[in-house]
């Protein structure tokens, strides 16, 4: 049996599962800043290479953002860029320029990694891969 001159409009349906896949990756973006956030302490003392940072001032923590898109679907969680990259440095290690506070020369300074989003990732990853999974596809 053949149907002639049927249409189907397919963009309520289309409309609906990107608002679902937008939900879905919008709440997985904000439990891996949540977690992530966490893990920087506030504190005076300097933490151990592949612990993760502490925060002296607290900037490191409130820079760190999510922004999901639908199309493509994917979501971008990290912190934002400052001070010659150093969110990177801080993240995988690595080798910057220090400037002093009150001014003078800056300093090379060699950092050891100390992850924050890798692990928070994976952390989420593991808990909600099921539920990110069946609502992107």
């Given at each position: 049996?053949?149907?002639?001159?049927?249409?189907?409009?397919?963009?309520?349906?289309?409309?609906?599962?990107?608002?679902?896949?937008?939900?879905?990756?919008?709440?997985?973006?904000?439990?891996?800043?949540?977690?992530?956030?966490?893990?920087?302490?506030?504190?005076?003392?300097v933490?151990?290479?592949?612990?993760?940072?502490?925060?002296?001032?607290?900037?490191?923590?409130?820079?760190?953002?999510?922004?999901?898109?639908?199309?493509?679907?994917?979501?971008?969680i990290?912190?934002?860029?400052?001070?010659?990259?150093?969110?990177?440095?801080?993240?995988?290690?690595?080798?910057?320029?220090?400037?002093?506070?009150?001014?003078?020369?800056?300093?090379?300074?060699?950092?050891?990694?100390?992850?924050?989003?890798?692990?928070?990732f994976?952390?989420?990853?593991?808990?909600?891969?099921?539920?990110?999974?069946?609502?992107?596809?």
């Amino acid at each position: 049996m053949k149907l002639k001159g049927v249409t189907m409009n397919t963009r309520p349906v289309v409309s609906k599962v990107d608002k679902e896949a937008n939900r879905r990756l919008k709440r997985f973006g904000a439990f891996v800043r949540q977690t992530a956030r966490r893990s920087i302490r506030k504190t005076k003392k300097v933490s151990q290479p592949g612990e993760p940072p502490r925060g002296h001032t607290g900037h490191l923590k409130r820079l760190i953002l999510y922004h999901a898109q639908v199309r493509p679907k994917l979501v971008v969680i990290g912190p934002l860029q400052f001070r010659n990259n150093i969110a990177d440095v801080i993240e995988y290690g690595g080798t910057t320029k220090l400037q002093p506070r009150g001014g003078g020369q800056a300093t090379r300074v060699q950092y050891a990694g100390r992850p924050f989003m890798t692990p928070a990732f994976e952390k989420e990853k593991k808990e909600h891969a099921a539920d990110l999974l069946e609502g992107l596809f």
